[in-house]
C-alpha cells in the first residue's frame, strides 16, 4: 500500500514540476524538457495503478499473484507516443533555430499578435 | 466490417505511398488520386451503413469487454459523413495545386484521415486516444509542411499545446482505469455513477482541460489562429472543417457518455466556455487585417456556437450543433480555399491590399460573398438556420445569456464580414496578372452550393428528419451501451 | 524491493526533476533528464513491469537522450552560419 | 523583472491547486489489491487463448493490437514529418570517427549488440521484451556506428531508401497479418481463431501471430528511429566540417 501512495503523490508532484516548467521557463528546451516529465509523471501513475502488493511480473508462470498487467501495455504505448511527440518537438526546435539563431521564447516573437 | 476499412484503407495507403516512390515513381501520379477517391468512397458507404443500422466490428473475434470494438451509430455515421466530405474536398484542393509533387504530404494526409475515422468509430478510450495523437501528429505536420518560418513555428506552438492537452486527456485516461479498470466506453458508462465524486471531478476537469485545449476554445485559443493561417490553403480548410469538428466529436461523445447522469457541471462548463469563445473569437476576428488570420478567429467563434449547442445536452441542441457544424465545414472549406487562392494569386494578404477585386476576380469574389453571407447568417441560408435552431435550444435549456451573446456575436461577425466585402467591391488598381484557378473555383463554388442547399434542409420535414435524429441518438446513451454489449 | 530503497528512488525522482526543471544549463538539464529516466526505469522495476522498465530505458533514457544531444549541438552555434537553406 | 516574478508565482500557485486536487481525487479512489475488469481475464486465461506466456505481449499483440498499430502509425507519422522536414538539408561525409582501437573493440561488440536485439524481438511473446524494445535497440546500434566510425560508415552501409524500405514492409507486414483473421472470418488481428497454431505454451515458437507481429513491428521501429536520429544529425555534419576546431578529411 505505501509503495502505491507514495508513487502516486510523487508522479502528481512530476506532474506539477513539468507543467510549471512549461509555463514558466522561457527556453524551448526546457519547454521539451517539461514535456517528458509530465509524459514520465504520468507513465507512473498508471504502472502504479496496476501494482498488487507482493505481485509477481505478469510472466508465465506466475508463483503465487501477478501485477495487473493491462497497465503495463498502456504504459508501453504511452511511451512510444510521448517519444515520437518529442523526437517531433525537438525537431521544430532546430528547423526554428536556424531561423532566429536562438531558442529564448521571448526572442522568437514572430507570430505575436 | 466496412467501419474497420474506414480505418485501415486510409492507413494502408499511407503505408504503401513510399514503395510505390520507391519502385514505380511514375505511377505516383494516378495511385493518389485513385487512393484519395477510394478512401472518400469507403468513409460514405461506412457512414451510410452505419446510419441504417448501428454496425459493429469486433477486432480479433474478443467481445466488448475484453478487446477494443468499433461501433458505428448514428451520431459517428454524421461526422464520418462529414470528415469524408471536408477530407474529400482539402484532398483536390491540395492535389489540384501540388500534384503527386511531395508524397509525404499525401502520406501524412492518409495517416490524418486514418486516424480521424478512428477516433469516430472507436468505442475504446485508450484506443481514443492512441488514434487522437496519430492524428494530432499529422496536424502537426501538415501545420509544418511549408517550412516556412511561420509555418514551423505555429507547428511548433501547436505541437507544445496539444501535447499538454494529450498528456491531460491520458491523466483522465489513468484515472478512469484507477477507479473502475476497464476502457470500454460503454461499461464506462455504467460503472461511472459508482465512484468517488472527488475522482470523478478530477476526471470531468483533466478531460476537458485536454479536450479544449486540443478544440481551441476560448482561453487556450492561441495556437489556433497560428497554425490555422499559417498552413496552406488546403490545410488550413481542413484544420478549420474537419479536424476541429473531430476534437468536437470527441468531447461531444465523452462528455455525454460519462457525465451526461454523474455530473451536469460539465454541461454548464461547456456552455460558458462556448459563450466566452463566441464573444472572444469576434471580439478578436475584428482586429485582424490578414485575411486568413481573421477567418481563424471567426472559427474560433464558431466553435464557440457549436459549443454552446453542445452544452444544452438536449437532443434538440445536439442535432443543431451538429447542422451548425457542417455548415461550417461548407463554410468554411470555401472560405479558406477562395481566400488562400486569392492570397496567393495576389501575393498578399492584407485585406487593404485587396481593393476593388471585384472587377478582376469576379467569380472568386461572388462566391466569397455568397459564402461570407452564409456564415454571418443571412436570412435563407444555411448559416441562418443553425443559429437559428442554436438559439431556439439554448432557450429551451434556460441559458438565455448564451442566446444572447449568439445574437451578438452574429451582429459583430456581419460587422467584420462587410468590412472584407466592401474593400473587394471599392475601386482599386487594375490586377498584376490574371490566372484562371477553376480547380478552385469549382470546389469553393461547390461549398457555396451546399450552403444554400443547406438552408432548405430545415424546411423539408423529411430531411430535417435526419438532423434532428442524431440529437435523439446521441443522447440515447442506453441504446448504444446495448448495442455494444450486446454479442 | 523493499518501501525504504522504493522511497529513496522517488525522492531522488523528485529531485533530478527539479535539477531538470531549474538548473539554467541546459546540458546539465538534459544530463539530469537521463538519469531521471534511469531512475524511472528503476522504479518500474520495482513496480514488477519489466517490459515497462525495458522500454523505457531503451527509448526515453538511450535514444531521447541522444535526439536532445543531437538537438542541443546543433543549436549551440550562433551566428556562424550563413543560410544554406534552399 | 518583477512582473515576471510574479508570473512566475501565479504559475506555481496554480500548479499547486492542480496537483492538491488530483491528490484528493487520488485519495477518494482506495486502491484495490484485487484485480477487476478485463485484466483478471487475461491473467487468467491468456495462456490459453493467445499461447503467449508474457501476457503484456498478449495484450499488445492480440487482445488489443489496434492500440498497437495506431502506436506504429504515430512512430511512422513523425518518422515522416521528421524525414519532411529535414529533406531539404544536406548530408555532408565528414569525421573519421574514434580510433583505431576503439572501431576494432566496437566491430567486436556489434555482432552481440545484434543478437540481442534479435533476442529481444524474437523472444517477445515468452520474456520482456518485443518489437519496440529490440527495434529501439537495433536503432541504438546504428547510433552507436555513427558515434564510433563517424556518419558516412552508417549512411554507405545502409541508404536512406533501404530504411524507408524496411519501414513501410513492416507497416504493411503487420497489416497483412491482420488481414488474414479478416479473411477467415475471425475478426481483424485475430490471432488463435483466424487459424495461426498455438504452438507449445511456453516454446519458442508458440503464440500464433505474435512472434509475426513482434518482428514487423521490430522492422518497423528500428528503420523509423534511425531515420529521425540520421535526419536530425544531418546539418549538424554540415556544420563540423566548417567548424574551425576540426579537422577536415
Known sequence: MTIITLSHGTAIILFCIGLYTIISKRNLFKTVIGLSLMESSVLLLIVAAGFVQGGRPPILPIEGIAVNPLPHAFTLTAIVIGASDLALALAFVIKLHQRYKTVDLDKIRGLRG | MISLLTVLIPLTWAFLIPLIHIFRKTWLKRAILLFGIAVFFVTISAAISGWKQSALSFLGGWPAELGIVLIVDKLSAAFLFLSAIGGGAAFLASYGRLKEGPWRYYVIFFLLQASMNGVLITGDIFNLYVFYEVFSLAAYLLVAFTISWQAIEAGLKYLVLGTIGAFFILLGIAYIFMATGSLNMAVLSLVLPHIPNEALTVIAASLLIGLFIKIGAFPVHFWLPDAHSSAQTAVSALLSGVVVKVSIYTLLRLSLLLFLETKPAVFTVITVVGTLSVLGGHLMALRQEDIKRLLAYSTVAQIGYVLIGVGTGMAAGISAAFFHAINHMFMKVGLFIAAGHIAEDMKTRNIYDLRGLYHHRRWFVIVFSLLTAAIVGIHPLGGFMSKWYLMLAATKAGNVIPALALAFGTVISAFYYMRVLSFFYSSGDPPPRQTYPYWNLAIAGACALCCVFLGIVPLVPSLWKLVSDIGLNAVDTAEYISTMLSK | ?86 | MSKSCFLRIVTFLLCLALGWQFWKGILALEPTQIIIGPAAHYIESAAEETGATNIVAAILFDYRALDTLGEASVIYTSVCGIAMLFAKSKFKISSTGLSFIVKRGVSFIIPFLLLYAAGIVLMGHISPGGGFQGGAVFATATILFCIVYGSGFEAVMIKPKTKELIESSGALMFVLIGFVGLWTGAGFLANIAAGYPKGEVGRFLSGGSIPLLNIAVGMKVSAGLSTIFYSMIKLLEFEVTKHPGVKNK
Open chain 3, 1 to 86: 524491493m523493499s518501501a525504504l530503497f522504493y522511497s529513496f528512488v522517488c525522492f531522488f525522482l523528485i529531485l533530478t526533476a527539479l535539477v531538470a526543471s531549474e538548473i539554467k544549463d541546459i546540458l546539465s538539464a538534459v544530463i539530469s533528464l537521463s538519469v531521471f529516466s534511469v531512475l524511472l526505469a528503476i522504479a518500474f522495476v520495482a513496480l514488477q513491469a519489466p517490459d515497462v522498465a525495458l522500454t523505457q530505458a531503451v527509448i526515453s533514457s538511450g535514444l531521447i537522450t541522444s535526439l536532445f544531444l543531437v538537438a542541443y549541438s546543433q543549436t549551440q552555434k550562433e551566428g556562424r552560419r550563413e543560410n544554406d537553406e534552399e
